[in-house]
């Protein structure tokens, strides 16, 4: 049992350290060139995918009750919703 979880961890480091280096070649790769929204939007999806990785396997929220899953997750909209606002109402 505990095999599998070093391999399994093992494996998220490694797609973590691909999607860090997946964002590095966004902005810096000279031998294919993207746009500056492109690089960002690619940047915002790698971060999106680094971070259910990380909320789901190293911080163990895969293996808890959905209920304390669903309340993380309407923390973040909220969170989302509250810096959307704070944005906006910058003039």
Known sequence: ???????????IYV???VAATLNFLLFESSFVE???AQAIIGTLVIATVKTLLIVAYFMHLRWEN???????????ALTML???AATYSIS
Do not use: E, I, N, Q
Not at 1 to 11: E, F, N, P, R, T
């Open 1 to 11: 049992m505990a095999h599998d979880s070093v391999k399994l961890y093992s494996a």
């Open 34 to 36: 993207f746009t500056y």
């Open 66 to 76: 959905r209920s304390l899953t669903y309340l993380m997750g309407m923390a973040l």
């Open 82 to 84: 509250l810096m959307a």
């Open 15 to 17: 797609a973590l350290l």
